[in-house]
């Protein structure tokens, strides 16, 4: 299916979404948000993408809002931006961060506003040497939303959460890899191909067990160290119960690549 707003295609296993608005610096506007939302749906019930990677067009990643939809009209009663996020970011952020497969985020330049927090709700961030990151929100009278003030304070911790968030102070990628916000940065010219390669190798992984790994890792932030023990003796049930489990077993023992199938 065409779509106007952001591209999409399916590379040996890795879904890759594409923001398209590059003059508006990927901001998100609703038919955008109904693309994306869109095209979630079908990766989270496609066995075949075992892998996801969203990056943009352009010289930005995401601005955010398109705040050119919420230009203030005098005669008019307020928005509500409770029913914006209701409908259209909490969705999103809950699609991303609840798919079972891993999702890798190449921040290809700004990240602002929700397009910073949209980027952190993803599994692995990398971006490029010349992206930035800024908790626009306090600008505008706003504050941080799209889970930034779940997720920022988890990465970086309370002091710089919080000083990012009330100043909106512009920080680079370096520094952010510095503070552990994302993974790693490239070269502008090497971060795709480097993100993509990242995308179809996880592609070729243990898919059950990657799908546990991240259950545990973002359920500690809610268990006791008891809880996460019987959490952890549970997950690894399931995942010993994997085909995927058994072939890795058989390949380091026969010495050979192992060729995981997802199963
Ligand atoms: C834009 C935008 C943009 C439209 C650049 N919209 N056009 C949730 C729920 C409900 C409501 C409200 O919000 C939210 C979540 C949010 O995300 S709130 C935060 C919204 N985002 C921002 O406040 C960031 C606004 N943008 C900026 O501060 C700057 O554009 C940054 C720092 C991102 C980049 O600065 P520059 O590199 O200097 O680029 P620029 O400002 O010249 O922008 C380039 C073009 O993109 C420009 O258009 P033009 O036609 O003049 O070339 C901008 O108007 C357009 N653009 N952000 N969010």
Same mark, same amino acid.
């Given at each position: ?110 990240? /602002? ?13 990398? /971006? ?136």
């Amino acid at each position: 299916m065409p779509y106007q707003n952001i591209e999409f295609s399916i590379i040996q296993g890795a879904a890759v979404i594409t923001l398209n608005r590059p003059d508006k610096l990927n901001s998100f506007n609703q038919a955008m948000h109904k693309e994306v939302r869109d095209v979630l749906k079908k990766i989270r019930i496609d066995t075949k993408v075992r892998c996801l990677l969203i990056t943009a067009n352009g010289r930005g990643f995401c601005a955010g809002q398109d705040l050119s939809e919420r230009k203030f009209n005098p005669d008019a009663p307020p928005i509500n931006l409770g029913e914006s996020i209701e409908k259209n970011y909490n969705p999103l952020i809950r699609l991303i961060s609840s798919l079972k497969v891993p999702v890798i985020c190449a921040v290809n330049g700004v990240a /602002a506003g929700a397009g910073a927090n949209i980027a952190l709700a993803c599994d692995i961030v990398l /971006a490029s040497t010349q992206a930035s990151f800024i908790q626009a929100f306090c600008k505008i009278g706003l504050v941080p939303d799209s889970g930034g003030t779940w997720t920022l304070p988890q990465a970086i911790g309370m002091p710089r959460a919080m000083a990012l968030s009330l100043l909106g102070e512009r920080i680079s990628a370096e520094q952010a890899e510095q503070w552990g916000m994302i993974w790693k940065t490239y070269p502008p010219n090497e971060l795709y191909d480097e993100a993509l390669k990242m995308a179809i190798h996880l592609a070729t992984q243990p898919t059950i067990g990657l799908a546990l790994i991240k259950k545990a890792i973002q359920s500690s932030t809610q268990n006791s160290l008891d809880q996460q023990l019987d959490l952890e003796r549970d997950l690894q049930t399931l995942a010993g119960q994997s085909e995927d489990y058994r072939e890795g077993v058989a390949a380091f023992i026969e010495k050979r690549q192992p060729n995981f199938t997802g199963k």
